[in-house]
Every structure is written in C-alpha cells, then in structure tokens.
C-alpha cells in the first residue's frame, strides 16, 4: 500500500513538476536549446508492474 502511494506522488507530482524545473535549465547545461519539448509521460517508459516491484531484491 505504501509503494502505491509513493508510486503514485512519483508519476503525478516529482515528474511533472521537478521535469519542469529542469526543462529551464536545459540550455545551460548542454548548452543548446532543446530539439523537442519533453512529455512528462513515464507510464509508457516504466513497465513494471507493482507486484513485480516487490519481488525485485
């Protein structure tokens, strides 16, 4: 139940807004503005399951 919740802050609040306040940054560190604006989506990136998780040692 505690990996839901924290799975869940993860993908709604830390991604988007932290993917946001580096999204600012970009340019200065590699130095060249971005080729293409970032989607903050990582349900396609990350695949594991929850269950699959707990099993992970």
């Known amino acids: 139940m505690f990996f839901n919740i924290m799975n869940?802050?993860?993908k709604s609040l830390w991604v988007p807004i932290c993917g946001r306040i580096l999204f600012k940054f970009v340019s200065f560190?590699?130095?060249?503005?971005p080729a293409e604006?970032?989607?903050y989506n990582i349900s396609d990136v990350i695949n594991i399951e929850t269950e699959?998780?707990?099993n992970i040692k």
Not at 29 to 33: T, V
């Open 29 to 33: 560190i590699e130095g060249k503005p």
């Open 8 to 10: 869940k802050a993860y």
């Open 52 to 54: 699959d998780q707990s």
């Open 37 to 39: 604006k970032p989607t």
